[in-house]
């Protein structure tokens, strides 16, 4: 499997960005995709996650009510809708996959396997 993310850019705070993460090649029914992000000089973070069978959610607290992850199961692909864009959110973004996940580790990012190339968002104040 392979990860290909997309969607990051300049944005002002307020604002809205949708971010894209396409899995390719072979991959079974009970997956979890997840996005995480590192900002400079800090550790990578978990934001949300997805169960791509059930479409079972999980949101950090610090982006719960303005990003939301849903997926298109028949593209492999997932999304994370962000608004309400804060300075603080401004990070490099990554998707990560990951097979047999309990809902208690999707917060985990060494439950997932394979991870995207990562996308920049920039919220500027």
């Known amino acids: 499997v392979q990860l290909q993310a997309s969607g990051g850019g300049l944005v002002q705070a307020g604002g809205s960005l949708r971010l894209s993460c396409a899995a390719s090649?072979?991959?079974?029914?009970?997956?979890?995709m997840g996005w995480f992000r590192q900002a400079p000089g800090k550790e990578r973070e978990f934001v949300a996650a997805?169960?791509?069978?059930?479409?079972?959610?999980d949101y950090a607290d610090s982006v719960k009510g303005r990003f939301t992850v849903f997926r298109e199961n028949a593209k492999d692909t997932a999304y994370l809708e962000m608004n309400s864009l804060k300075p603080e959110d401004t990070a490099v973004y990554y998707c990560?996959?990951?097979?047999?996940?309990?809902?208690?580790?999707?917060?985990?990012?060494?439950?997932?396997?394979?991870w995207g190339q990562g996308t920049l968002v920039t919220v500027s104040s």
């Open positions: 997805i169960r791509r069978s059930g479409g079972n959610t």
């Open positions: 090649g072979r991959t079974f029914r009970s997956y979890t």
């Open positions: 990560a996959f990951g097979y047999g996940i309990i809902l208690s580790a999707m917060r985990m990012s060494r439950a997932y396997e394979v």
